[in-house]
């Protein structure tokens, strides 16, 4: 399984950004996938995570700001950053798990996908 990450950049505070993460290899839409973020000097942490029915999760600091969504047909995840603020400044992640349950544990996941950089400007 080989994870794709990509549509990271530079943004101003308050902009939209959306990245995505697409999947090859031996997929599956059963599993869960899920998005982490890393910062300069900081742990890895979970930021949203989806099930194959469209149930979704969020970390506290991204709810109501941040939606993910899944296209099966695609084998791709997206996450849609709206209201982005300096502090999500960060490489971002996806990640997929070997079950359908959302979690927000990164030792949950299985595959990872390289990161793409999303730097947000004040």
């Known amino acids: 399984v080989q994870l794709q990450a990509s549509g990271g950049g530079l943004v101003q505070a308050g902009d939209s950004l959306r990245v995505s993460c697409a999947a090859s290899?031996?997929?599956?839409?059963?599993?869960?996938m899920g998005w982490f973020r890393q910062a300069p000097g900081k742990e890895r942490e979970f930021v949203a995570a989806i099930n194959w029915s469209g149930n979704t999760y969020y970390a506290d600091s991204v709810k109501g700001r941040f939606t993910i969504s899944r296209d099966n047909a695609k084998n791709t995840v997206y996450l849609q950053m709206n209201s982005v603020k300096p502090e999500d400044t960060a490489v971002y992640y996806c990640a997929r798990r070997e079950v359908g349950l959302i979690t927000a544990y990164a030792m949950h996941y299985r595959y990872w996908g390289q990161g793409t950089q999303v730097t947000v400007s004040s």
């Open positions: 290899g031996r997929t599956s839409n059963s599993y869960a």
